[in-house]
């Protein structure tokens, strides 16, 4: 089953790098107030696991308000730790589960997807476990909520830690000499290739330059489908790859649904007209969309492979792709529209 959009955007480098810093800033910020509540008679973790409402009054108790407020401002800053932390999890199987499909692991791309669910899950026990014991902490003295906290504990670890063990030994076992990367190897593979290109995150390299794009790991559609069409041309010149640029409108609906809200409110009422970049190849006698803009569901390496944009009109290259993609957005672009929403996909 494919993975949520949020989890392979989370598997990107630069997802996973703000995630762990999102994880480290709450979970720093929530030291304070746990070495407060130790201080005062109880640790939080004694207060987590309590199980009895006898147990949970007394801690209470034995803190006085100190640990009590103390203990609010933990909750507090662990609702965006525990979502920061789940979805860096999702982001790692997520990763796990691409390098698998370039290096041809099926199987193992199969279950990374399902390790994906881990994190979140444990996440999500963690927040019960947050909301039971702020009933308890605003003065409750029944049950169930010290039992639902006391058994989130449990579950929230196991959880956590089987997706963490399990994305640190898949990222050892789809790890590859420098020199099997399908972007530089000599003969990678057709599926090798394209699944290599579509899974550098999108953004604009510091050079606009296929070599800055192997360089940092990172291009636009622009790039991506220039490198993948040069080397599709030097290792498998029967495919015939053909640059294809379509001019068409982004309305804000479509903006919404596959780029998020940061680009999306860029997109003037009226829609933005952009200029995309695809490729077409022969594939057994036909000819096969290729979009390597964005990561996605695994390729089958026969069927079409969705566009990054909507329906326009199609202008296949003749030969010089760059100078007539200039062109075209030179001719229907609003350059004052289009920057802001390209280095908005960018950052």
Known sequence: ??????????????????????????????????????????????????????????????????????????????????????????????????????????????????????????????????????????????????????????????????AGVFAAVGALATRRPASRDPLTAPRPSLLELVEAVRALDYGRPSERSVEAMIRERRGTCSAKHLFLATRLRELFPECDPQIVHRVHRIDRAQARESLGERATELIPAEGLVDVHRYLTIDLNGRRTTIDA???????????????????????????DPDAEKRRLEAEFCDPELREPFIAALSA
């Open 293 to 319: 803009t964005f990561p996605g569901p695994a390729w089958d390496g026969s069927s079409d492979l969705p566009l990054a944009c909507g329906p326009g009109d199609d202008y296949p290259s003749a030969g």
């Open 1 to 162: 089953m494919p993975l949520p959009r949020i989890f392979i955007a989370a598997g990107t480098r630069r997802g996973l790098l703000a995630l762990a810093a999102s994880a480290a800033l709450f979970g720093a910020a929530m030291l304070p107030a746990i070495a407060t509540m130790a201080e005062h008679g109880a640790s939080v973790i004694d207060f987590e696991s309590a199980g009895s409402l006898a147990r949970s009054q007394q801690i209470l108790v034995d803190w006085g308000e100190a640990g009590k407020r103390a203990m609010w401002w933990q909750l507090v800053l662990d609702t965006p730790f525990a979502v920061s932390y789940g979805l860096l999890l999702a982001g790692c199987c997520a990763a796990v589960a691409r390098r698998a499909r370039v290096t041809g692991k099926a199987r193992l791309v199969k279950v990374a997807q399902a390790f994906a669910w881990l994190g979140p899950v444990g996440a999500a026990a963690d927040l019960l476990q947050n909301f039971s014991l702020a009933i308890v902490l605003a003065g409750s003295t029944s049950q169930p909520w010290p039992r639902i906290a006391a058994l989130a504990v449990p579950t929230t670890l196991i959880l956590a830690a089987a």
